[in-house]
């Protein structure tokens, strides 16, 4: 019986869609999962610094400070036999930012509705799928997955300005990771790439076109108490050179970021986390620092 309330207490940590910006760091994104649990998250972001919330614009000096909330759905499912997740999330940001674009210093402060994101991740090895009964039964195994997530422009943008909201053009974000447990330790990796549709609206008439941007991230994770675990999170990546109307505007070298993550079960049902990270190297962007608070609550 204790073991069982310690599995459901340990499955409200795990999981809550956790989407910030590319330098994303989310452990825990790929475990065992049972089939028809539903979460629902609210979460507080701030940033600090040379970020952008369409990152990697062809500007220079560029910084903003960022905050507002976020809303998170996640439902976890069975697909071919296997433990698969799908997750929705929407924010509203507000924005100061200034930086320096063809040699002229511009400045906008800004609110609005950002872009939709949803994900499907599917465990294709060691994470059979089953009932919450089941679960609470299995020791924890080594998990491996893919994801794909997507970026719809739903959120807030006007041509006329560089700082926006939203980024009005569509991403796909193919992804492959494994979670390794040893006793109370886990250790996370993942690789992806994310795939960038032009904007052909960018400062009125002009398009944007942006290349992949590849992303390698580890997180290592260590169980404090049942409900309560803490990870430091790692990653590293490149690419993202930016083109307007055939010329390119940024050449972006390859950036490490650091951060950390900690998690507290509250019940059965709740959950909260605290998350922050920053800047290790950063040779040509990304020059920020990112705090969150989020909670997540659990239901069948």
């Given amino acids: 019986m204790l073991k069982n309330i310690i599995k459901t207490i340990y499955l409200t940590c795990a999981l809550l869609p956790f989407t910030l910006t590319a330098q994303e760091l989310d452990p825990r994104s790929y475990v065992d999962l049972p089939t028809g649990q539903n979460f629902l998250g609210a979460l507080y972001v701030y940033t600090d610094g040379d970020v952008y919330t369409s990152p990697e614009v062809p500007i220079e000096n560029l910084n903003l400070q960022i905050h507002g909330p976020a809303l998170a759905y996640a439902r976890t499912f069975s697909l071919f036999g296997n433990s698969t997740k799908f997750d929705i999330n929407q924010g509203q940001a507000c ?14 402060s800004f609110c609005g509705l950002t872009d939709t994101r949803i994900r499907l991740n599917y465990n294709f090895y060691g994470a059979k799928a089953k009932s919450l009964a089941e679960y609470v039964k299995q020791p924890k195994g080594i998990v491996v997955g893919t994801s794909l997530q997507v970026s719809i422009p739903t959120g807030e943008y006007e041509k006329q300005y560089v700082f926006n909201v939203g980024a009005n053009r569509w991403f796909v ?16 990796l993942s690789a992806s790439v994310k795939i ?3 904007n052909d609206d960018y400062l009125y008439t002009q398009t944007l076109k942006q290349d992949n941007i590849y992303n390698i991230q580890s997180h290592l994770i260590y169980d404090i108490s049942p409900g309560q675990w803490i990870a430091l999170n790692a990653n590293y990546f490149w690419g993202g050179d930016t083109h307007v109307d055939g010329v390119q505007k940024s050449n972006k070298a390859g950036n490490y970021r650091a951060g950390i993550t900690y998690s507290l079960a509250l019940s059965s049902q709740h959950s909260i986390k605290f998350l922050a990270n920053t800047g290790v190297t950063t040779k040509r962007g990304n020059d920020s620092d990112v705090f969150a608070i989020a909670w997540a609550y659990r239901w069948q």
């Fill in 173 to 188: 974000k193919p992804e492959i990771g494994m979670s390794i447990p040893h006793g109370p330790w886990e250790l996370d």
């Fill in 196 to 198: 960038f549709s032009d």
């Fill in 95 to 108: 924005a100061d930012g200034d930086a320096i674009l063809q040699g002229e210093y511009i400045e906008r």
